[in-house]
């Protein structure tokens, strides 16, 4: 599967050499030669695997790095800082990198936080375009092209001291140079505290391969002289120098650059190494570049240095994975919710089933009942309710008997008063009006008690309206006031009696209505009426319900 | 990264596939939600069933207490004309009666149709359709006890009930001696009420 392999290539002057890699293993590898049979070959070879991801190491003398201490930035203010500084640094290379150190300026409190990077460049690229043209031809999704060098120092900070490869080396060694033997030639890669900061690849003559240890020798002197010059090390500093090697064969060298040139040597065991990330040793022994492409693999891969219109292709192809992933997760998501529903469903259709059989049961059993029961025209619990409606509207058939009882015993006492009306209601209505023609209702804040009764809207009371008047009245409205206060007061004391209120007085002597009469009224012979309304609220003789 | 129209032409499948899987998963799930949704609400319509059904068979012993005890009271009150349609003419009948036995006055009489009430007191219907007939009496009465004997003697005949809801006495001015003539006048009104059975399930 295309998303699952990646192919791996590494370009050196005068081949590429090309590697497939699935599930972190590598499958194959062929080298091309750096001429148009070989591109040709290359070209057969990428249309083998079509939409698979292809990782380019760039391998060449034609190098270039650069320290550089930027001011501390971080997202988009950085990405435009770091272009500008590149471009500024590269203005001919496309291909340019700037990779962050971590932790290698430590700020002081009262200064600037800076940052630290190195600047990576290919000042060439001939070796490269032939490759790439190749890769775009076939529209093949090239991720990126990166420096070798800079998974030289994966080996060293990752592979090396993580895996304990060099047991004696402390993660403080400081100055530390990895010369390591690859087709191209020998490439000699510093690191100061275990970060890249220089690499150079020294071409190895043929006739070279006589005098290794003259030639190591020899190519030493000039890093350190290098590293000198730039001020990376002074000629005081230790050395370290890290030589990978299959077998023990660079004994020699060691010696030689330990005697010559005072610096402390130390074999990698290569095989070691490889087997430790899972690559066979013995193909080390003609590719050892293959350690360099197995490392980026295997996920370490580091700062890209091709221009943004190289990698689109991949980056297009990343976009449709990603919408593809994210289809693929709606319709997980959506499928394992249609299952969960679906389960849902089936569990309560089954209880619902259950739910049915037991009501089947129930309602057989109570037909086993019912078939005792007297035959009634509808259900019991309405037989009852009729009844108890029957019962509860004769409670209310009543006659204005206790009203009348009520009002006699007080006017057994009250002789000087006759009842010439009475309005007699059931209600629950206490604003209804009487309507009577008898008398014109004058509204009075006489003599009425404040009354503490506050009426139950659910029962019906008795409510009388009485109309009266003082018999034989002589004009002497203050004897009239008192007998009606009188009748009144005895209509309150009666035990069955709620409320009373004075409705009119046979004379309203309130300040806030008016008053006429005549002063010959008591001796006149044709006198006036003195006429009064009561209203009487008996006690509910039903209960409340 | 821009992103030029030929990648958008990279794109289209996938993006096309991303829309359709949202609209598809988004119908699949709504349609199986409302199926669940649908499940649930026949459970909750089957459990209540159930526990009526559990309900009147634990009850069932009560009920046919209730049938024993009720259903003679029922058909009696049907028989007296509280249940079904009003017996105007028995309730005239016994006025008249009850007229002539106690040699009332005149007594006028008028009966309203019969309309929906809506008592205005706590009464519980139940599933019945309660009904009231307004009534009307004007009597003239020699002395208030008529209006007690009259409304008393309807009550006692056991017929239908009624709720006698207003009722205004006036005294004649003039008072005079005579059996023969009346002194007052009064004028009730009351509701006759009646019930009607509630529409039984058909089985």
Known sequence: MALFTKIVLCASGNYLTAGVWSWRKLRAFQVFDHDAPGKAEFARFLQQFPDTNIYLLADAVEEDYRLENLPHTS???????????????????????????????????????????????????????????????????????????????????????????????????????????????????????????????????????????????????????????????????????????????????????????????????????????????????????????????????????????????????????????????????????????????????????????????????????????????????????????????????????????????????????????????????????????????????????????????????????????????????RRALESVNHLATLLRADSLVENVEILQSPVNVSSYSALQGSTNDEKSALQSAAMFKLRVILKPEVPVI | MKLTSQDWQKLRYPAVGLGLALILMTLLCTYVESIRDQAQQTLDRQSSQLRQARQKFQTSGQEKYTIVKYLPLYEQLIRDGFIGEEQRIAWIDHLRTIHDQNKLFKINYSIASQEDYQPTFALNAGTFKLKRSVMKLDLAMLHEGDLLVLIEQLHAMEATPFILRDCEIIRFSRTISNSYIPNMQAQCELDWITLREPEQPHA
């Open chain 1, 75 to 477: 997202g988009a203010a950085r990405h435009a800082l770091l272009e500008r500084k590149l471009s500024q640094t590269y203005r001919n290379t496309a291909f340019r990198a700037a990779h962050f150190i971590k932790h290698e300026i430590k700020r002081e409190k009262d200064k600037r936080k800076d940052d630290r990077y190195v600047f990576l460049a290919l000042n060439k690229v001939e070796f490269l375009s032939g490759w790439l043209a190749v890769i775009e031809a076939q529209q093949a999704l090239l991720t990126g092209v990166y420096m070798l060098s800079m998974l030289s120092q994966v080996i060293v900070q990752k592979v090396i001291v993580r895996n304990g490869i060099v047991r004696n080396m402390r993660l403080i060694e400081p100055h530390i140079i990895l010369s390591e033997r690859l087709n191209s030639g020998l490439r000699q890669t510093y690191l100061h505290n275990g970060n890249l900061k220089i690499s150079r690849l020294a071409a190895m003559p043929p006739e070279a391969e006589n005098q290794r240890a003259y030639f190591y020798e020899l190519e030493t002197e000039k890093t350190s002289l290098y590293l000198i010059s730039q001020g990376f090390i002074n000629p005081e500093t230790p050395l370290k120098m890290l030589l990978p090697e299959l077998d023990d064969s660079s004994k020699d060298i060691r010696r030689q650059i330990q005697q010559e040139q005072g610096i402390d040597c130390e074999r990698i065991d290569l095989a070691e190494l490889a087997s430790s990330i899972r690559i066979q040793p013995q193909l080390l022994k003609a590719n050892p570049e293959l350690l360099h492409m197995h490392l980026l693999a295997i996920g370490h891969v580091p700062d890209n240095l091709a221009p943004a219109r190289l990698v689109r292709p991949h980056q297009v192809q990343r976009i449709s994975l990603g919408i593809n992933f994210a289809s693929a997760l709606i319709v997980f998501i959506g499928l394992m919710l249609t299952a969960v529903y679906v389960k849902q469903a089936a569990d309560l259709s089954a209880e619902t089933r259950q739910a049915a059989l037991d009501t089947e049961l129930y309602n057989q059993r109570y037909a086993d009942v019912a078939r005792d029961f007297p035959a009634t025209p509808m259900v019991s619990n309405d037989l009852a309710t009729a009844v108890e409606i029957n019962k509860t509207i004769k409670q209310y058939g009543k006659a204005p008997r206790r009203m009348m009882q009520v009002i006699s015993h007080a006017l057994d006492v009250t002789l000087e008063i006759q009842l010439d009306r009475l309005h007699w209601l059931q209600t629950n209505e206490f604003d209804v009006q009487d309507d009577d023609k008898i008398l014109d209702y004058v509204p009075s804040d006489k003599s009425n008690p404040p009354s503490s009764f506050v009426p139950d809207p659910s029962v019906l009371y008795e409510v009388g309206f009485i109309n009266g008047q003082i018999k034989m009245f002589n004009g002497d409205y």
